[in-house]
């Protein structure tokens, strides 16, 4: 069955400091990934997706930047966090235009 | 620009009643449009798709209906119960068509009394 795993699931990270933040996929191939940003008592932001290795595409200027070293493995990274990068981030996948799966999430706490 | 838009007030609701929830889209036309749930903390679950050339879904004690004159999607749950509650997203395509990313409203959060 496909699962998705992210993690941590929360952090606390000083201003200026760099993040990584990591996200699989098991039991499926080639699927579209996303990441997505949800602000407190907001919907979600599509910040990146991708359609396959390599291919990222991003849906808003930001302090943010997104890799896809494997066919199932996408990761959220950032040089330097502002205070605006908090947040509750998500991952998520899809086949052709269905349902996303997303997964649990990480709770960003810059300081 | 392109939006879902949700009724962002808190919907509370008698155990037992059918909740009904809406989404409006504007300034597009999507080809589908989908319903997730989200429990706090938690990541959203995918509940229901709907295409534009489907009047109503239903799963279980869900009902979906999509209709492209007043560029609205209902989401009804039945039989209400307690477990139901969370907060419901809409979300759609991120233009006119059948893109594959989706924008999401803002969530209605439902609490079902007992």
């Known amino acids: 069955s496909q699962t998705i795993h992210q993690w941590p699931a929360t952090l606390v990270q000083p201003v200026g400091s760099p993040l990584s933040l990591e996200c699989t996929v098991e039991g499926t191939s080639n699927p579209n990934l996303y990441w997505y940003r949800q602000a407190a008592g907001r919907g979600l932001q599509l910040l990146f997706y991708s359609v396959g290795i390599g291919q990222i595409s991003s849906e808003v200027p930001q302090n943010l930047s997104a890799s896809r070293p494997q066919d199932r493995q996408f990761i959220l990274s950032s040089k330097k966090l502002l205070l605006s990068d908090s947040g509750f981030y998500l991952c998520?996948?899809?086949?052709?235009?269905?349902?996303?799966?997303f997964g649990s999430g990480t709770r960003l706490t810059v300081v | 620009s392109q939006k879902i838009e949700q009724n962002s007030e808190a919907l509370n609701i008698q155990e037992g009643k059918t909740a009904t929830l809406t989404c409006n889209y504007t300034?597009?036309?999507?080809?589908?449009l989908q319903w997730y749930r989200q429990d706090p903390g938690r990541g959203p679950v995918f509940l229901l798709l709907i295409r534009e050339n489907e009047k109503e879904k239903r799963k279980e004690r869900l009902k979906v209906t999509f209709d492209t004159t007043l560029k609205q999607s209902l989401f009804h749950i039945t039989a209400s119960q307690p477990a139901d509650s969370a907060t419901y997203l809409c979300?759609?395509?991120?233009?006119?068509?059948?893109?594959?990313?989706?924008?999401f409203g803002s969530g209605t959060q439902l609490t079902v009394l007992p």
């Open positions: 979300a759609g395509p991120i233009s006119s068509g059948s893109a594959r990313q989706l924008t």
């Open positions: 998520a996948w899809s086949v052709d235009s269905y349902g996303y799966t």
């Open positions: 300034n597009y036309s999507p080809a589908y």
